[in-house]
């Protein structure tokens, strides 16, 4: 059951992504996704077919939930189903995740623009919610004959995972267990920061005013909600 303050969990499907000749620049936890992604591969040569799998566009739209992915693979006349699973940080870590996004009012701005800011994740460890994984925890079945996990097969889906947190974390936060939308309410619950009394005797306090962070997390689920009518062909007058 979801805890308090939490949304029932759902799969967001990310569509199929284009052919590409190589995979561009990359920001630090991309960078460090694909380390793992190489410390998981059993053989160079598994790698390297992944890769060519991933550029040539060979791999479906991706579904991810909180701890895993799935996505189809087409190799030749072949097509295989790929299951990726990461372990997702228990309860009181994500409880602690939601409390550091919240610390500072531009963490949820710079999640929302595609940013994974370095401190974010370093005190993210500290309450016990590591987002980066090691080789080891990226688990792969694969339906093809391979008899070694991953196989090229598993590793194309790994290699355009790191291509999709690169463009958004949230993609990272989903598969440690707190997708976008789950977070976004959470912080909500929590409500607005006092801004009235400063708790400083040397201080005169401060007249309060609308919280940065609440004013953020307010304007994104607007934002969502204002997409989901999109896509299913409404156009609201307000939102």
């Not at 500072?104 to 370095?118: K, N, T, V």
């Not at 949230?170 to 929590?190: I, K, N, S, T």
């Not at 005013?209 to 997390?217: F, I």
């Amino acid at each position: 059951m979801p805890g308090p303050g939490s949304v029932p969990e759902v799969r967001v499907t990310h569509p199929r992504l284009a052919p590409r000749r190589s995979s561009g620049p990359r920001p630090w936890w991309a960078k460090a996704w694909a380390r793992a992604v190489e410390e998981a591969a059993f053989a160079e040569r598994d790698l390297r077919d992944g890769s060519r799998l991933a550029r040539a566009g060979m791999v479906g739209a991706i579904g991810i939930g909180p701890g895993s992915a799935l996505a189809a693979v087409r190799d030749d006349d072949d097509a295989w189903t790929v299951t990726v699973e990461v372990p997702r940080c228990d309860d009181e870590a994500l409880a602690g995740l939601v409390e550091v996004v919240a610390a500072e009012a531009g963490r949820i701005a710079a999640l929302l623009a595609g940013d994974l800011p370095h401190q974010l994740v370093e005190e993210a460890e500290e309450v016990g919610a590591e987002l980066l994984p090691y080789g080891g925890e990226l688990a792969t079945t694969c339906t093809c004959p391979h008899t070694l996990d991953p196989c090229a097969h598993a590793l194309a889906v790994l290699v355009q995972l790191g291509w999709l947190l690169a463009e958004d974390p949230f993609v990272l936060l989903a598969l440690r267990g707190l997708p976008r939308e789950d977070l976004l309410v959470r912080l909500h619950a929590r409500g607005p920061a006092p801004t009235g009394a400063t708790g400083d005797p040397d201080q005169p306090d401060q007249p309060d005013g609308p919280d940065e962070l609440d004013v953020a997390v307010d304007a994104a689920l607007r934002a969502a909600r204002l997409l989901a009518a999109l896509e299913r062909g409404e156009v609201p007058e307000r939102w």
